[in-house]
Nanobody, 122 residues
């Protein structure tokens, strides 16, 4: 199982930026996908973006404003969030689906961080 730890959330004003980080435990897993989700109060968790290989797909509501990246040397995944809006207020989670080869075959994992709060005031 991979341990994930988000950081970087906070309170900002509309139009400002934040960069979230997700630190993975760096164990020898093959990463199939890395995603950022968010969950606003009273709403279901929704996908923000998902990275598979070198391709990232973004949900329409963040296209052109959010950008995902990775620092391989530090086991860090980033979500750069620009031009934030009050409707971006939510708890943001990172999620990694990975696999490793065990003695009987591939073992799959679906790991989540604990979440980091982002609050955007108008």
């Amino acid at each position: 199982q991979m341990q994930l730890q988000e950081s970087g959330g906070g309170l900002v004003q509309s139009g400002e930026s934040l960069r979230l980080a997700c630190l993975d435990s760096g164990t020898a897993f093959k990463v199939d996908s890395m995603a950022w989700y968010r969950q606003a109060p009273g709403k279901q968790r929704e996908l923000v973006c998902i990275t598979r290989g070198y391709t990232t797909d973004y949900s329409d509501f963040v296209k052109g404003r959010f950008s995902a990246s990775r620092d391989y040397s530090k086991n860090l995944w980033y979500l750069q969030m620009n031009d934030l809006k009050p409707e971006d207020t939510a708890v943001y989670f990172c999620n990694i689906q990975s696999r490793r080869l065990g003695s009987t075959g591939w073992l799959t994992f679906d790991d989540w961080g604990q979440g980091t709060q982002v609050t955007v005031s108008s």
